[in-house]
């Protein structure tokens, strides 16, 4: 069974347009992120949820929105997308009942042509 | 100054050798620490939790020091598996916030 599942895997769209990004986590977690891993490979938290709320906001562009409908789900809506968007986007779920481990999807890696 | 520093790398080893890598963090609130593992094209994974008694798992051991504020992942005796980018992971637990090092990257050759 697939833990924290991402969809979908690879999005190559045309700079201008909206994509989405869903995220679904089976672990009983209460807590979620986005993370951006950008050619250097560093790796940034963009987003974090617990309980469905918005904790973390890292000065990222008002053009990400993410919405978690409920604990399980965080999703990651980007509009007018800009050629320095192109990355790839991990999700990831923790528990602070576990230390606060945090298990990550496969990734989408997003293409901005 | 970075939150969470990391070696710059690449560590670049014989099979068999021992290798270790440091990371060290700025904010003293910092409560729970973490080594992930990162294969190419591939999402990161635990590798291990790191305590102030230190913790072993195998071949590899972690170590933290609050006082200098680092930790530290040891591998011995490397495999050609251990190939990976290595990532300390600092949480601030009251915050909900973990901050990821810049990782490092770690070839072990024949």
């Known amino acids: 069974d697939t833990a924290v599942s991402q969809t979908p895997k690879y999005l190559v769209t045309q700079m201008g347009n909206d994509k989405s990004i869903k995220c679904e986590q089976n672990l009983g977690h209460d807590t979620m992120y986005w993370y951006k891993q950008d050619s250097k490979k560093f790796l940034k938290i963009m987003f974090s949820y617990n309980n469905k709320e918005l904790i973390i906001n890292e000065t990222v562009p008002n053009r990400f929105s993410p919405k978690s409908p409920d604990k399980a789900h965080l999703n990651l809506h980007i509009n007018s997308l800009e050629l320095g968007d192109s990355a790839v986007y991990f999700c990831?779920?923790?528990?602070?009942?576990?230390?606060?481990?945090?298990?990550f999807g496969p990734g989408t890696r997003l293409t901005v042509l | 100054r970075k939150e969470v520093e990391q070696d710059p790398g690449p560590f670049n080893v014989p099979e068999g050798a021992t290798v270790a890598f440091n990371c060290t963090y700025s904010n003293s609130a910092s409560q729970s620490f973490f080594w992930y593992r990162q294969d190419c094209r591939k999402e990161p994974k635990l590798l291990m939790s790191v305590y102030s008694s230190g913790n072993e798992d195998g071949r590899f051991t972690a170590q933290l020091n609050r006082a200098s504020q680092y930790i530290s992942l040891l591998i011995r005796d490397s495999k050609l598996s251990d190939s990976a980018t290595y990532l300390c992971v600092v949480t601030n637990t009251n915050a909900g916030k973990s901050t990821f090092g810049d990782g490092t990257t770690l070839t072990v050759k024949p």
């Open positions: 990831a779920s923790s528990s602070q009942l576990e230390h606060n481990e945090q298990f």
